[in-house]
């Protein structure tokens, strides 16, 4: 049964494999940072918008990336009991586990998955429906499978005339498989977060330990596999945090430059049209509002926010994606000042320094 929290209605799966610390969504079994709540229609944008800036396709890289990034979150759940990760895909369990990990899926929002037919090692045929993006949910899917059939996998898609899609997978032997460059290279970082030199405990659901905010701020309707911000009714997921962390190596191997002022200009775009059409800006007025809004969604820990005139200066611990981070605090700093700012940008390991003032 796909089952959510009784008290906050967060998906159980989430509750009981992650936990919320230092700034960070957190896997239990492996203390990496996991997952971060990011806004559908941002995803989509950013990769729309700097696919055509770059002038490249990025289909493969949201796919190699993604696709490792599913494999090692599977790895990691299985992680904490080795043997289950070597019974968990031998019969009987093989069932149970395929459903439990079909359920996951759903419950971050990917859409849904329905299983029409499955014979490990031979074929398998799935239908999508309602993807958030069709490239990451494929590899999120064949991240997945790698890892039950130990094999890498390939898939056809055909998108149906309802709008959904069907994939036919298929296995490749691993003497066949083509583990390129790019895909070895996109191999996912550790991403542990560190004890910041500030600390901020949420509080808690009573039933589950999720923060209590989350189930306020995120509905979770786990048939349709799809998360929704209660702000606005706009649709989100829980993403991973070492997909978009190797999508951004990629870039700036690709072109041999840093790509973050254009990753930070179109989130800080994104960003500031949200705050223009919604009152989210009203409960980002100070320093634990804004540390608040980041530690539920996995963004990282603000540690330090200074003031010196018109000019606001930021330092964010754990921030594993600073573009995205840095884009929303320069766009709160626009909207409060009513115009365009500049700012100054530094990374020293995960720590990121942010100084923000008007043009």
Same mark, same amino acid.
């Given at each position: 049964?796909?089952?959510?929290?009784?008290?906050?209605?967060?998906?159980?799966?989430?509750?009981?494999?992650?936990?919320?610390?230092?700034?960070?969504?957190?896997?239990?079994?492996?203390?990496?940072?996991?997952?971060?709540?990011?806004?559908?229609?941002?995803?989509?944008?950013?990769?729309?918008? /700097?696919?055509? $800036?770059?002038?490249?396709? +990025?289909?493969?890289?949201? &796919?190699?990336?993604? #696709?490792? @990034?599913?494999? !090692?979150?599977?790895?990691?759940?299985?992680?904490?009991?080795?043997?289950?990760?070597?019974?968990?895909?031998?019969?009987?369990?093989?069932?149970?586990?395929?459903?439990?990990?079909?359920?996951?899926?759903?419950?971050?929002?990917?859409?849904?998955?329905?299983?029409?037919?499955?014979?490990?090692?031979?074929?398998?045929?799935?239908?999508?429906?309602?993807?958030?993006?069709?490239?990451?949910?494929?590899?999120?899917?064949?991240?997945?499978?790698?890892?039950?059939?130990?094999?890498?996998?390939?898939?056809?898609?055909?998108?149906?005339?309802?709008?959904?899609?069907?994939?036919?997978?298929?296995?490749?032997?691993?003497?066949?498989? /083509?583990?390129? $460059?790019?895909?070895?290279? +996109?191999?996912?970082?550790? &991403?542990?977060?560190? #004890?910041? @030199?500030?600390? !901020?405990?949420?509080?808690?659901?009573?039933?589950?330990?999720?923060?209590?905010?989350?189930?306020?701020?995120?509905?979770?309707?786990?048939?349709?596999?799809?998360?929704?911000?209660?702000?606005?009714?706009?649709?989100?997921?829980?993403?991973?945090?070492?997909?978009?962390?190797?999508?951004?190596?990629?870039?700036?191997?690709?072109?041999?430059?840093?790509?973050?002022?254009?990753?930070?200009?179109?989130?800080?775009?994104?960003?500031?049209?949200?705050?223009?059409?919604?009152?989210?800006?009203?409960?980002?007025?100070?320093?634990?509002?804004?540390?608040?809004?980041?530690?539920?969604?996995?963004?990282?820990?603000?540690?330090?926010? /200074?003031?010196?005139?018109?000019?606001?200066?930021?330092?964010?611990?754990?921030?594993?994606?600073?573009?995205?981070?840095?884009? !929303?605090?320069?766009?709160?700093?626009?909207?409060?000042?009513?115009?365009?700012?500049?700012?100054?940008?530094?990374?020293?390991?995960?720590?990121?320094?942010?100084?923000?003032?008007?043009?």
């Amino acid at each position: 049964m796909r089952a959510v929290c009784e008290v906050c209605g967060v998906p159980k799966l989430i509750a009981k494999t992650h936990s919320w610390r230092d700034g960070c969504i957190v896997d239990n079994a492996s203390g990496n940072a996991n997952f971060c709540f990011y806004e559908v229609s941002f995803h989509n944008a950013l990769f729309a918008k /700097v696919g055509a $800036e770059l002038g490249m396709p +990025l289909d493969n890289i949201i &796919l190699n990336a993604g #696709r490792q @990034a599913s494999a !090692r979150v599977i790895e990691d759940l299985l992680s904490t009991h080795p043997l289950l990760g070597k019974i968990a895909f031998k019969a009987p369990l093989y069932h149970l586990t395929q459903k439990l990990l079909v359920d996951f899926g759903m419950s971050i929002g990917i859409g849904r998955i329905e299983i029409l037919e499955h014979k490990k090692g031979k074929r398998g045929l799935l239908r999508y429906i309602d993807p958030y993006n069709l490239p990451h949910c494929t590899a999120i899917l064949l991240g997945s499978m790698d890892v039950i059939y130990d094999n890498p996998v390939a898939i056809t898609l055909r998108e149906e005339e309802d709008g959904s899609f069907l994939g036919e997978l298929k296995p490749v032997g691993k003497k066949d498989a /083509v583990e390129d $460059e790019a895909f070895l290279r +996109l191999a996912s970082e550790d &991403l542990k977060p560190r #004890r910041p @030199a500030v600390t !901020r405990e949420l509080p808690a659901c009573k039933k589950c330990g999720v923060p209590r905010d989350i189930g306020s701020l995120y509905s979770f309707d786990l048939e349709k596999g799809i998360i929704t911000e209660q702000l606005n009714r706009e649709r989100a997921v829980l993403l991973g945090v070492y997909s978009l962390n190797s999508i951004l190596r990629e870039f700036e191997n690709e072109l041999g430059r840093d790509i973050a002022d254009l990753f930070i200009r179109k989130e800080e775009e994104s960003f500031k049209k949200k705050l223009a059409v919604t009152l989210l800006a009203e409960e980002l007025k100070d320093m634990q509002q804004i540390r608040d809004y980041c530690c539920l969604r996995g963004l990282g820990m603000l540690t330090e926010m /200074v003031e010196e005139g018109d000019k606001t200066s930021f330092t964010i611990e754990n921030a594993f994606i600073p573009p995205m981070v840095a884009g !929303r605090f320069l766009a709160l700093c626009e909207y409060r000042h009513g115009r365009s700012c500049g700012y100054d940008y530094s990374l020293h390991g995960n720590t990121l320094s942010l100084s923000v003032s008007p043009a």
